[in-house]
T-cell receptor, first 116, second 111 residues
Framework: NAGVTQTPKFQVLKTGQSMTLQCAQD?????MYWYRQDPGMGLRLIYY???????DKGEVPNGYNVSRLNKREFSLRLESAAPSQTSVYFC???????????????FGDGTRLSIL | GQQLNQSPQSMFIQEGEDVSMNCTSS?????WLWYKQDPGEGPVLLIA?????ELTSNGRLTAQFGITRKDSFLNISASIPSDVGIYFC???????????FGPGTRLSVLP
């Protein structure tokens, strides 16, 4: 099925460990996004990639890095995990640059990350 | 940064009742989106609105782009148990800018 695929679905880390969250989309979308979702705060943008080869910081980028590996894949890395990064992480994609830039985003099912 | 407010934060209704919720901002937006998130899943788009005053339906759901362009409304008629979830609004201020999301309205439907 077409869509956005995130791996893993669940992960528990110890403080200081590193980890990469993977995201892939098969809709040929140009733009990809990483959000975190915390109770009562909606979705907050961490990083985004408007097109292949570009990445930009969002609202809450500290403690994270990203890589737009190719048009399909956009990964999020935690170099030294902290308890404050316990959250649900969502990847999204959008037609984006060159297309209808106000088109909605399509979301994956999330990665639930706990940092002890 | 830009803030969206959603009201109510949560609501409990009886099956069969109609539901109304809204999303407001201090800024003008060009695009409003409404998403629904089921437990354990990602948000799924319900309705997209692109023009002030626009009224769009998707089955039992109806959403409106407010005339002032600072708000949007979502109505659900004759609620059913599968309507349970969190409803998010998202707004885009200008074309090409990132969407901002509201904190969500959590809907519970009692049988």
């Amino acid at each position: 099925n077409a869509g956005v695929t995130q791996t893993p679905k669940f992960q528990v880390l110890k403080t200081g460990q590193s980890m990469t969250l993977q995201c892939a989309q098969d809709m040929n979308h140009n733009s990809m996004y990483w959000y975190r979702q915390d109770p009562g705060m909606g979705l907050r943008l961490i990083y985004y990639s408007a097109s292949e080869g570009t990445t930009d910081k969002g609202e809450v980028p500290n403690g994270y890095n990203v890589s737009r590996l190719n048009k399909r894949e956009f990964s999020l890395r935690l170099e030294s995990a902290a308890p404050s990064q316990t959250s649900v992480y969502f990847c999204a994609s959008q037609t984006g640059v060159g297309g209808a830039v106000n088109q909605p985003q399509h979301f994956g099912d999330g990665t639930r990350l706990s940092i002890l | 940064g830009q803030q969206l407010n959603q009201s109510p934060q949560s609501m409990f209704i009886q099956e069969g009742e109609d539901v109304s919720m809204n999303c407001t901002s201090s800024s003008i937006f060009n695009t409003w989106l409404w998403y629904k998130q089921d437990p354990g899943e990602g948000p799924v788009l319900l309705i997209a609105l692109y023009k002030a005053g626009e009224l769009t339906s998707n089955g039992r759901l109806t959403a409106q782009f407010g005339i002032t362009r600072k708000d949007s409304f979502l109505n659900i008629s004759a609620s059913i148990p599968s309507d349970v979830g969190i409803y998010f609004c998202a707004g885009q201020r200008n074309y090409g800018q990132n969407f901002v999301f509201g904190p969500g309205t959590r809907l519970s439907v009692l049988p």
